[in-house]
């Protein structure tokens, strides 16, 4: 069944006219056409079946039959404190973690991030990341979509997180625990994954005053792009709904 994000209001039993750049993919890439089925949601955890209804010159309407309860969301509440990673891994960490139910994310940029990003283009860069976690959530089923938060600075992120009541968990190699080693959190998870090179003994040092425990994943030292998801994995198949 194609999913299709729709943030507007959607009325029941109501026609929906599609967003241009949605509608090309329908039309062109997914080769669909009047009469197939599709599924609406709009990001809060409600989606509708639907059926379109016309697809004259490019132009796609959606005939509303009726809603959904669309909830496949986690029950932890997990967000992904990620240092801005190189290239494509940064757009692989986002899309992953959102198939693997995480609330939230929050780029942070730390003295090791490869990439530099300010002003419009980390604006740019932000708004790209969303888009990300929209499109993942129309391939998994999730009807309600992470929210990409601001680009800060590490420091400046580790200032808001010290008066956060979430469990807050960093990864680093020589951790002081291991998961099997923690209790299931009763509230909400942090978890803090470092860029290509690693936070630094500061960064780790100032993560440690600020409350966040060490977590090692196991002997071997993992890539910044496979850290965080193999943490997410583990926490869902222990604490949530694997």
Known sequence: MTR??????????????IPAAQAHHIVHVLRLGKGDPVTL????????????????RGNVRVKVQGRNPG???????????????????????????????????????S??????LSGERAAKRV???????????????????PLVHGLLSYA??????????ATRILLAPGGETGLKGMNRPAGSILLLAGPEGGL???ELDSAHRAGF??????????????????ALAAMQVLWGDF
Not at 4 to 17: M, N
Not at 51 to 56: E, G, Q, R, Y
Not at 132 to 141: S, T, W, Y
Not at 213 to 230: F, N, S, Y
Request: hydrophobic residues 40%; charged residues 20%; contains cysteine.
């Open 111 to 116: 003295e090791r991030c490869v990439v530099r």
């Open 156 to 165: 400046s992120w580790l200032g808001q997180a010290s008066s956060n009541t």
């Open 213 to 230: 425990i060490a977590l090692k994943l196991g002997p071997r030292t993992l890539r910044t792009e496979t850290a965080a998801l193999a």
């Open 41 to 56: 949601f709009d990001g809060r955890n409600t989606e509708y079946s639907a059926v379109i209804s016309d697809c004259a």
């Open 71 to 109: 909830n496949r969301e986690s029950p932890l509440q997990v967000t992904l404190v990620q240092a801005v990673s190189s290239g494509e891994r940064m757009d692989f960490t986002v899309q992953k973690a959102v198939e693997l139910g995480i609330a939230a994310v929050q780029p942070v940029l």
């Open 4 to 17: 299709i994000y729709f943030p507007d209001t959607v009325p029941e039993h109501g026609i929906c006219e």
């Open 200 to 202: 630094t003994a500061a």
């Open 127 to 145: 708004a790209h990341w969303q888009a990300v976690a929209v499109a993942a959530c129309e391939q998994c089923g999730r009807s309600q979509v």
